[in-house]
């Protein structure tokens, strides 16, 4: 494994359990065995890394999502494309999920502005789908509420996840879908 991927695989574990404030840089050189010098040679400074750690799978869903939505597929099919894909990477990508969540806010000047875009980006790609179901008469009523519930519901799966478990993320995805898009009661 490269130098690079192995501090941030590393860093996530730290950072996930300890806490991104409460992890040194020295306790990270350990762990990876590397010297200061040699890790600062790498990651350029602790909020550097913790930046990367926190845009990497954000980014990746953005550009997925962004091209998604331009997709000739039916809207409800791009729906469940996306929820699929977030739950895939949040459930192989838990640690760096939960040092976004819980941490990116410790970000400053132009990273904690590129975090905040990145966040606005993908949840303009939920209500873009949203919007267009909503237009095509395929989903009901959509306001920023819909779009908070649809991110809720899924971003907050890094917490519980296990992408060994008794379904997968995918299935956790359709199910999801199906509770967001036709609800849990009975049709009658």
Not at 31 to 38: K, T, Y
Request: hydrophobic share 35%; net charge negative.
């Amino acid at each position: 494994m490269e130098t690079k991927q192995r501090i941030l695989r590393t860093a996530a574990e730290l950072f996930s359990q300890n806490g991104y404030h409460a992890t040194g840089l020295s306790e990270l050189g350990d762990a990876v065995n590397l010297g200061r010098g040699a890790l600062y040679y790498h990651i350029g400074s602790k909020e550097q890394l913790l930046y990367d750690l926190s845009v990497r799978h954000v980014q990746e869903m953005v550009d997925y999502g962004e091209s998604l939505v331009n997709t000739p597929l039916p809207v409800e099919e791009r729906f469940r494309r996306l929820s699929r894909k977030l739950m895939r990477v949040i459930a192989d990508n838990r640690q760096e999920w939960t040092v976004y969540f819980r941490e990116a806010h410790a970000l400053s000047g132009r990273r904690s502005e590129k975090v905040r875009d990145l966040r606005s980006r993908f949840a303009s790609v939920w209500r873009t789908l949203l919007n267009e179901g909503q237009s095509t008469g395929d989903f009901y009523q959509v306001d920023s509420l819909t779009v908070q519930a649809v991110l809720g519901m899924h971003n907050y799966s890094y917490l519980w996840i296990n992408p060994d478990g008794h379904k997968s993320p995918e299935e956790i995805a359709d199910h999801f879908c199906d509770i967001l898009l036709h609800g849990i009661t009975p049709n009658s």
